[in-house]
C-alpha cells in the first residue's frame, strides 16, 4: 500500500534528488491551486501571475532533477520566495498554504543548488 507523502514528512534538511522534486511538485499544485481560487478576486492579480510563475519554475525544476540536473534548482528557489512573499500578505487558506508550500520548495531547492 503506497502512503501519500505529504509536506510536514518531508525533511528538508539533507534534501535529495528525489525528496527536492517532490516538494517541487506539491508546491507546483499547491500554486496551482491557490491561483484557480484567486483568479478574478479584486487585488488579487499579483498572486495569480507569482504563483502561475512559480508553478511553471516547480514544474521546470522538478523534470531537471528527474534528468539528474540541479541546474533550475536556484530559478525555482527564487520564484518560490516571491509567490510566497506574494500569498503571506494574504489571509485565505489557500494563500497560506501556498507560501508555506514555497517556503519549503524554496530551502530544499536552495540546498540541491549546493550540492
Do not use: F, W, Y
Amino acid at each position: 500500500m503506497e502512503q501519500e507523502i505529504t509536506e510536514t514528512e518531508i525533511q528538508v534538511t539533507g534534501a535529495t534528488p528525489e525528496s527536492c522534486s517532490e516538494l517541487c511538485n506539491k508546491c507546483s499544485q499547491n500554486c496551482d491551486a491557490c491561483s484557480d481560487a484567486c483568479e478574478g478576486m479584486a487585488g488579487m492579480e499579483e498572486c495569480v501571475r507569482l504563483c502561475e510563475e512559480c508553478a511553471t519554475a516547480c514544474d521546470s525544476c522538478s523534470n531537471a532533477m528527474e534528468n539528474g540536473s540541479t541546474s533550475e534548482c536556484l530559478a525555482c528557489a527564487e520564484a518560490c520566495d516571491e509567490c510566497a512573499t506574494e500569498c503571506e500578505r494574504h489571509t485565505n487558506e489557500h494563500c497560506q498554504k501556498c507560501a508555506e508550500s514555497c517556503r519549503r520548495c524554496a530551502a530544499s531547492c536552495r540546498e540541491m543548488a549546493i550540492v
